[in-house]
């Protein structure tokens, strides 16, 4: 236990503050988690987007099938020469039918449409390929080949990503605020309920750091201990969010390590924020006093 | 130390508490302040412990004129002043011991040092059971026992008392002038403020006199009316 000169442990703000930081870090936790989780979910969204693209190549008319399939097959070996190509697959009746189901009901294969051929490409990652000279060349070689490289997927996950960044961002600006708020509060309701003691140790020799110090301490290990009960409150919110929703678990709804580093650091951040307002609190309100 | 220069006493738009005080005390003399209740003793302690400014006039401590001080440097010449406040201002959540070690712990002395020096302190004031006690828990004489031992742990280059004796019987009255002495013989400048007329008649000091917002230094009192 510190020993303080000022009687701020008998205050109603012992409870007070730490309940305050705690519900703050509490908030700052979920928040950030759950960016943080959503972020990792979309990134693995992104990756499995950005490492595939689909070849369409629409049916001629009148062709064969003998000829179809020998253009299928120059196509599929076409696509097999691109370097950083892992895989290509064509998707077959069944399958085609199953992507098309949400849109066209159950039984797509009884309506007898002619659905284009499609070929799933799975790409290394981290290679580069010129989409547009593919297409290019694929057209050539099936006239109205076309490629869906799923840009406007990327682009629409981008944005997600990048709004709901900025507005935990935002939020945890104002739960900092609120934060500091509160302890500029508890901190000049301290100065004014110790006046006659503040006033003798000034008497005493005591200079405002001296008096500062007592105030920041306590700011300090009260914001730290409601900041440590948020984020354990916090983090166990988020795990039972998780286990509530596992298929969102699943598919990459989690934390990294590093992440998990960064919200333990919560609390002291939640306890540094809290000892640098009441040290400028107080030292700005004694400035003002002979 | 104290130069005090047509030095004028108010407070607010009040009555003048003192007119043009001016007087010099040398280093390591031994004063007493006297004057009837209410005459302005403890103001001019006020003054010379840096808790009120003078209307006018000049007032140097320590060969600084206080007036042109920062902030800062107060706190500092005011660890080189200890301070028997008449009503003791002790810190009720503190015990007697913390209460005495606070002028150390200010300074930023090693806590072994602190609580040594305490406890021997104490223990010279008669207080050497009581290290624990709440000041609201003991009496009047051993509370104003516990605020002379707080002003005078740091060995203060400046002693200023306010009543130091007023609640003590005579015995411990005795004990504690001459622990005053015993730090003016160390070189510290001792002023004393009192309207006990026995304690003034039994030792020796110059005073200083304060009637009709008035005050006069008498360098030798008894040799004017020792006849």
């Not at chain 1, 809290?274 to 004694?286: K, Q």
Request: charged share 20%; aromatic share 6%; glycine share 10%.
């Amino acid at each position: 236990m510190l020993r303080s000169d000022l009687p701020l442990d008998r205050d109603a703000a012992r409870v007070f503050l730490p309940a305050i930081i705690g519900f703050m870090v509490f908030l700052a936790a979920l928040a950030l988690a759950g960016s943080m989780g959503l972020d990792n979910l979309l990134a693995r969204w992104r990756s499995q987007i950005e490492t595939a693209f689909t070849v369409e190549l629409p049916r001629l008319d009148g062709e064969s099938a003998g000829a179809a399939t020998a253009r299928r097959s120059t196509v599929m070996s076409a696509i097999a020469a691109v370097p950083g190509v892992e895989s290509a697959v064509e998707l077959s009746d069944q399958e085609k039918a199953r992507l098309l189901a949400p849109w066209l009901g159950g039984d797509v294969q009884a309506l007898d449409l002619p659905l284009p051929d499609l070929i799933g490409v799975a790409t290394k990652p981290g290679t580069a390929i010129d989409i547009s000279a593919l297409a290019a060349k694929l057209a050539a070689l099936s006239p109205g080949a076309s490629i869906d490289d799923h840009g406007r997927w990327r682009g629409a996950i981008a944005g997600v990503s990048r709004t709901v960044r900025r507005a935990v961002l935002g939020l945890l600006l104002l739960i900092g605020v609120a934060a500091a708020l509160t302890v500029v509060f508890v901190s000049r309701a301290g100065l004014a309920a110790h006046r006659r003691v503040i006033e003798i140790l000034h008497l005493i020799g005591a200079h405002d750091g001296y008096i500062a110090g007592q105030f920041q301490r306590h700011a300090f290990t009260r914001g730290l201990l409601g900041g440590a009960l948020g984020a354990i409150a916090g983090t166990l919110v988020f795990e039972a969010g998780r286990r509530l929703l596992p298929e969102l678990a699943a598919a990459g709804f989690e934390l990294d390590p590093l992440q998990w580093a960064g919200l333990a650091l919560l609390p002291l951040a939640a306890a540094l924020l809290a000892m640098v307002t009441a040290r400028y609190t107080v030292l700005t309100a004694l400035a003002k006093v002979m | 130390m104290v130069v005090f220069d047509k030095v004028l006493l108010r407070y607010g738009a009040g009555p003048d508490i003192l007119h043009e005080a001016s007087f010099t005390l040398a280093p390591g003399s031994f004063h007493f302040l006297v004057g009837p209740s209410g005459a302005g003793k403890s103001s001019l302690l006020r003054v010379m412990y840096l808790a009120l400014r003078p209307a006018s006039g000049l007032v140097s401590l320590f060969g600084r004129d206080v007036g042109q001080l920062a902030r800062r440097d107060i706190a500092e010449m005011r660890r080189r002043i200890g301070v028997v406040f008449q009503d003791f201002r002790l810190l009720d959540h503190l015990s007697a011991l913390d209460n005495v070690a606070l002028p150390l712990r200010i300074a930023g002395l090693r806590e072994a040092e602190v609580q040594q020096n305490a406890r021997e302190l104490l223990a010279w004031v008669g207080l050497g059971d009581q290290l624990e006690a709440r000041p609201a828990t003991l009496s009047g004489g051993q509370q104003q026992r516990i605020a002379i031992a707080r002003a005078v742990i740091a060995r203060p280059r400046l002693l200023l008392a306010d009543e130091p004796t007023g609640n003590v019987d005579d015995r411990i009255g005795l004990r504690l002038m001459r622990l005053f002495e015993e730090l003016n013989k160390l070189g510290t400048t001792v002023v004393i403020a009192t309207h006990n007329d026995s304690l003034v008649a039994g030792f020796r000091h110059p005073q200083l006199r304060i009637a009709d917002n008035h005050l006069r230094l008498v360098a030798d009192p008894f040799a004017v009316t020792g006849g």
